[in-house]
């Protein structure tokens, strides 16, 4: 089934109901908010945007990748993990410029030819109080980047496809911050998991992806 047309579903579909937390939580760890939604957020909660960047996997092709990168080991929080390019909304900004603005500065992406199509559920980060605000885009062919070491090691490319493949999706148990979680993840990079706050949102265009194709063979 050609994933390109999922492209043309998502602007109309992103104004309606979206799937939300249902979603996400099927890719959140334990213990933790498995069974509800997390507490409400604080008046004094962060605010984010991450671009989530779709394009074609090859030059005439019909399947999609998503641009990820992966953090920065010299980085305070989350380092070497693997994330959309994002950050903090500042005063005065919109989400999407916001989005765009990290992108530029984390890789160096160029914003021409980049269509923004919608916006996913925000997700709610209770342990550093941020609300993730998903943008999602479109560009015609993998955008040249360079990842800019401070905040990114690499820069790379997942197929929405590989998503959807039941061995790609695997659960670890390791010990964070004092304490034993389990979570699951995607196996899609040679040494790093796509697990967190990155995998919770992605699982909600997973869930749009799988609509898309359902609606598809009808």
Partial sequence: ????????????????QLPGWPAQVGMAPSPGHRRQPPQQA???VRRSAVLLLLYPRAAGGSSLDILL???SRHLNHHRGQISFPGGRIEAGETR???A?????????????HV?????????????????????IAHAPERPLTTAQPDEVEEVLSVAI???LNPEKLKRKREVLGGRSIEYPY??????????GATAMILNELVDLYREYLAAAKL
């Fill in 1 to 16: 089934m050609p994933a390109i047309p999922f492209l043309q579903f998502l602007p109309d579909r992103l104004q309606r």
């Fill in 42 to 44: 604080s008046d004094d």
């Fill in 69 to 71: 990168t992966r953090r």
């Fill in 96 to 98: 999407w410029r916001a």
């Fill in 100 to 112: 765009l603005r990290e992108a530029a500065e984390e890789v160096d992406l160029p914003s021409d």
């Fill in 115 to 135: 269509k923004f199509l919608g916006e996913l559920s925000s997700l709610y980060v209770p342990v550093s109080n941020n609300v993730i605000f998903p943008m």
């Fill in 161 to 163: 496809d590989d998503l």
């Fill in 186 to 195: 995607w196996d899609v990079h040679p040494s790093v998991p796509l697990w």
